[in-house]
């Protein structure tokens, strides 16, 4: 978990929490250009400025950032000594700070935390104020870059990037665009529920897991069709971070597999090509994770009328392809660019993520990854 967190509404005073105790004051502020044009950078420099607090603004980081681009930023830093890097933004942003709060000063590079990640030490403290709802990467213990050369997506593991401080403020998604609400949020929910169905699911991953599943199920379509209802957004938002701490506790499994190469090579927006695969990947699973989808749906509809397992899986599995469909999100590969022709390259390396694919519960087979791809290639 990250040392500390606070939910709520005009977080910025916490700040000081961790950048005082450090011998250096100095801050660098770590966004994109996105965050800064929407004015969600403003209350932190204000902050700043009132407490005299010295920081230099950094927003050149792109959505899915491939690693060169973070040693890039990592050696336009080098020049400014910061005691705490503050990140505010989606999960681009946060994952990139994660990986700055490793790299800077330290004595290895990110090629070779790419090949081990197990020698990363945290060298600078750091925030994550999370803007959509969202990736959860202010919880977890990843980052994930994209790998130019390979064409795919690729997670860095070490629990030394856990922030120190985590702001769930929900000024930041007052006024997030609905469609990368709707991505986002299909994203942490598919977190939930993959953490839930996974092989690695503990008491304590299921419970955390159950909790941001129900403030997603429950929340995401109202978040998207009135967006001045700002429970529905704080709710997603905190779906969103309960998505993530489950992830570190558990692990999400063959619809982040199967995505990684769509993100890669195609580079479509991470919680896109999660959504376009989510349904069928469940499909695929339920007659090995019935006793999850069941329970989960108990929990998150305690109404459902469902009487048996099967008929509760089977109606959890139809409310998150409702939600996809509803949330506007397209689930056409070819809408992408994708071409049959490219079949090869999408199961060679989806079967290649074995990190995530050995936690789902069924082992797919290449045939049944193809079964997948082909299923969504309309
Ligand atoms: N580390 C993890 O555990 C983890 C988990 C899931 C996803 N990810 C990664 O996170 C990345 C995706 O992050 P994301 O979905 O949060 O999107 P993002 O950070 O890529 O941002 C997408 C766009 O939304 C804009 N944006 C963000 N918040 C906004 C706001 N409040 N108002 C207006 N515009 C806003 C940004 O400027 C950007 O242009 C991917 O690289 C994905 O692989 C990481
Ligand atoms: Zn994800």
Not at 32 to 57: C, T
Not at 140 to 160: C, D, H, L, R
Not at 164 to 185: G, M, Y
Not at 234 to 257: N, Q, R
């Amino acid at each position: 978990m990250p040392k500390s967190v606070y939910a709520g509404e005009d977080l910025s005073t916490h700040l000081g929490e961790v950048i005082n105790i450090q011998e250096n004051r100095r801050v660098l502020l770590f966004t994109d250009k996105g965050i800064e044009s929407n004015g969600l950078v403003a209350p932190i420099e204000a902050y700043f400025q009132q407490h005299d607090i010295d920081y230099r603004i950094e927003d050149e980081i792109t959505p899915e950032p491939s690693y060169v681009q973070v040693k890039e930023l990592l050696e336009k830093v080098t020049t400014f000594d910061f005691g705490t890097i503050v990140a505010i933004g989606g999960g681009s942003v946060m994952d990139a700070a994660k990986l700055i709060s490793l790299l800077r000063g330290a004595p290895y590079t990110i090629e070779d935390l790419l090949d081990n990640a197990s020698i990363a030490k945290k060298q600078v403290p750091s925030v994550m104020i999370p803007t959509t709802a969202g990736t959860g990467s202010e919880a977890t213990i990843n980052a994930i870059v994209t790998i130019p050369e390979k064409q795919v997506k690729f997670g860095i593991v070490s629990s030394e990037m856990l922030p120190d401080l985590v702001l769930l403020d929900v000024n930041n998604v007052k006024k997030l665009p609905k469609s990368i609400l709707a991505a986002s949020a299909v994203d942490a929910l598919s977190h939930c529920v993959e953490c839930y169905t996974s092989k690695n699911a503990t008491t304590f991953s299921n419970d955390i897991a159950k909790i941001g599943a129900r403030y997603i199920f429950q929340n995401i379509i109202t978040a998207y069709t009135d967006p001045d209802n700002v429970e529905a957004r704080k709710a997603l938002l905190m779906g969103a971070f309960y998505g993530g701490v489950a992830i570190t506790a558990s692990g999400t499994t063959a619809v982040h597999a199967l995505s990684y190469p769509l993100g890669g090579k195609f580079h479509i927006a991470h919680g896109v090509s999660n959504a376009i695969l989510f349904r069928q990947v469940m499909e695929l699973n339920e007659n090995v994770i019935i006793p999850q989808l069941a329970s989960m749906a108990d929990f998150v509809y305690p109404n459902n009328g469902q009487t048996g397992a099967k008929s509760k899986a089977d109606f959890l599995i139809s409310k998150i392809a409702n939600i996809v469909k509803t949330v506007e999100i397209p689930t056409d590969l070819h809408k992408f660019g994708v071409q049959s022709s490219d079949m090869d390259f999408l199961v060679d390396s989806a079967l290649q993520q074995t990190r995530l694919l050995d936690h789902n519960m069924k082992k797919l087979s290449r045939a049944d990854v193809e079964g997948i791809y082909r299923s969504v290639l309309n």
